[in-house]
């Protein structure tokens, strides 16, 4: 069993900055890409960022310069520091990770999302 948990989400000003995390945690082989999606109400599920295990980035258009993905292999983590924030930044943000578990099974697991709400 994999568990990925997010955490950092709240309510901030626009122009503010917020740090989510995500950690994944149980019968964990080997995690690939790492990544950020959001979903705003009545809007369709967007990438925001994604991370390999190696290190190499992708972002939406919408976030370049202003979010940047991060994370720690030795805690299992990726992180998203978002800068800059505008009120169309707010949906709840879900982690997403492609993990070979212990029996060598590749699954994509998702968090069960962390709300980010951003005041004008």
């Known amino acids: 069993q994999v568990q990925l948990v997010e955490s950092g989400g709240g309510l901030v000003a626009a122009g503010g900055s917020l740090r989510l995390s995500c950690a994944a945690s149980?019968?964990?082989?080997?995690?690939?890409?790492m990544g950020w999606y959001r979903q705003a109400p009545g809007k369709q599920r967007e990438l925001v960022a994604a991370?390999?295990?190696?290190?190499?980035?992708n972002y939406a258009d919408s976030v370049k310069g202003r979010f940047t993905i991060t994370r720690d292999n030795a805690k299992n983590t990726v992180y998203l520091q978002m800068n800059s924030l505008k009120p169309e930044d707010a949906a709840v943000y879900y982690c997403?990770?492609?993990?070979?578990?212990?029996?060598?099974?590749?699954?994509?697991?998702w968090g069960k999302g962390t709300l980010v709400t951003v005041s004008s």
């Open positions: 149980g019968s964990i082989f080997s995690i690939n890409a």
């Open positions: 991370i390999t295990s190696v290190g190499s980035t």
């Open positions: 997403n990770a492609h993990i070979e578990t212990t029996t060598h099974y590749v699954i994509n697991y």
